[in-house]
């Protein structure tokens, strides 16, 4: 059986296939702001996870029969305030002043559907520490990575000079890059899509 991402996140589809997961990818074009409306003031968690089953069930719906992986992030400031993706380059900047110097989590959740119903789901978050940011290496740093970013929560690709933004991370890699992978994977397996 191969799996179907309901994604075209360049990092998840890498992700994927460096484990050597047999998968195709199909955009979910989702309404991922009207979910996040309807689910305002709701747990950072539970929003995660609503769009990536949001994702996951709009894939599937197309796929009788098949898996279908749906994956979301969310980046959480101290105060609870969520960052979503940046509209243009000053939002980015104001992003990445707003994270200096502060921790945010970086919450991940995965849920995996088949037949149009979810059977599998997974949340977990990184603690994300950034160090006090200079406005010269904000200007520099988005000289350098924009528009890259504009497409990544926290305005940071964590495997490139992204990592220059922090002193400190708690959590999984695979999370910071946007899908809790080993747990993915470990379903995979459950159900013979990967060898056990």
């Known amino acids: 059986m191969t799996l179907i991402l309901a994604s075209q996140s360049a990092s998840r589809t890498a992700m994927l ?3 050597g997961v047999p998968f195709t990818a199909e955009p979910a074009h989702a309404d991922e702001a009207a979910l996040k409306a309807a689910m305002a003031g709701a747990p950072p968690r539970d929003i995660a996870d609503a769009l990536a089953e949001l994702k996951a069930l709009k894939v599937s719906a197309r ?10 992030s969310l980046a959480v400031l101290d105060d609870g305030t969520i960052l ?3 509209r243009d380059r000053d939002d980015a900047r104001d992003h990445l002043l707003r994270m200096s110097g502060k921790r945010h989590d970086l919450v991940s959740a995965a849920v995996i ?10 949340v977990e978050a990184a603690r994300m520490f950034v160090r006090p940011l200079s406005y010269s290496f904000v200007d520099a740093y988005l000289d350098a990575e924009w528009p890259a970013i504009a497409g990544c929560v926290g305005c940071y690709r964590i ?3 992204g990592a ?8 999984s890699q ?8 080993l747990p993915v994977l470990g379903y995979l397996r459950d159900r013979g899509v990967l060898p056990a």
């Open 63 to 72: 796929h009788p029969g098949r898996l279908v992986l749906g994956s979301d």
């Open 17 to 19: 296939s460096a484990a």
């Open 113 to 122: 559907a088949e037949n149009g119903r979810p059977v599998w789901r997974h």
């Open 164 to 171: 220059q933004l922090f002193s400190r991370i708690e959590g």
């Open 159 to 161: 495997e490139g000079p």
């Open 84 to 86: 979503d993706k940046p």
């Open 174 to 181: 695979f999370t910071v890059l946007g899908m809790p992978l």
